[in-house]
Structure formats: structure tokens, C-alpha cells
């Protein structure tokens, strides 16, 4: 019988449902300032917003079926490695998700953001009826938007905005990266 709580297993990670029991993962994640570079130039971590961000991802998994927020694991070790969310989009709903992923220092440059980037693309054209897949990130988060591309997203534009806390290179904008189906299936055949 399968684990309900795995939402999606590639070859070396198990994505898996979050509980209330992985507050102290998140905020060891949270906790190291580059990890959080890009978001909030690496701010102090507040336990009690972790735990109210907590909560409110475990209700993804009842209010939008097959979407949510979800514990990397690497498979070989059982180590936590950060998280993956493929969410409704704003505006769009679960026909566009946003991917999304915040990993551990010592997982970067291993593979694994592109790995489970990977299979949740492939979950939400296979299995959730998504008809196009998007992510953001910062322009100087070179990292970030080379897994988009290695996950089969291309650029679709560079915006520009506010942010609500000044991060270093904000001003150089964002990017936003997506698949649609038909670019997905192309990208199947022709592996």
C-alpha cells in the first residue's frame, strides 16, 4: 500500500507531505541567512510566523487537492533537505501552478532542485490537469533560474516592483519562468 503522506519519489528524493512535528526543520532552513538571501537579505527567523506559515501550509492539502507544500528528503540518508510548493497560481488557479523550492546549503549544486523540480512538473501535466507551470525568482539569483531551466521552463519576461523588504540586486527585477502543456509533451517525445 502506498504512504498517502509521499507525494511525489524520484531516485533520490521523497517529496513528502509537511507535519506539525517539522517546525524545527524549517526553522534550522530558515535560519541560515543565505538560504533566505534572495527573500528577505537573510532576516532573522521568527519561530511563531514559521509556525503560522506551518499551519497554513497543512491546510493546502485539504483546501486544493494535489497541491501544497511539501519535505524534500533525500532517500540514501532520510536527511531533510528543504521544501518544494507547487501551488494555484494567483489569479490563475490549479490549471497554473507555481512551482517553487527553498533548499538547504549543503543540498545546492547536487542536483536535487532540479530533480524535484522535475517531477513536479511532470505530477501537474500528468496527473493534476495543469495546462502551464510557472516560477519566479530575483534576476541575480543566478542559481534559482537556471534549475527553472533545466526543469524545461524558458524566461517569459523580466518585471519590475516593489519589494516589501530592500534585498541587494532587487532592483535588477525579477524573471518569471514557464511550460505549458504543449511544450511539456514536446520535451517528452523528443527524450
Partial sequence: MADVNVFVETDRLVLRRFTGEDLELLVEL??????????????AVDPQELAEMLAW???????????????????RSGAFLGWFHLRPGEGAGPREPELGYRLRREAWGRGFATEGSRALVDKAF???????VYASTMVVNIGSWRVMEKAGLRHVRTSYGEWPVKVPGDEQGDVEYSIDRAQWENNRSAT
Avoid: Q, T
Avoid at 126 to 132: I, N, Q, T, V, Y
Fill in 30 to 43: 530558515d535560519g541560515d541567512p543565505e538560504v533566505k538571501r534572495y527573500i528577505d537579505g537573510g532576516a
Fill in 57 to 75: 501550509w497543512l491546510g493546502y492539502y485539504e483546501r486544493y487537492e494535489g497541491y501544497g507544500f511539501w519535505a524534500a528528503v533525500e532517500k
Fill in 126 to 132: 500528468s496527473e493534476l490537469g495543469a495546462e502551464r
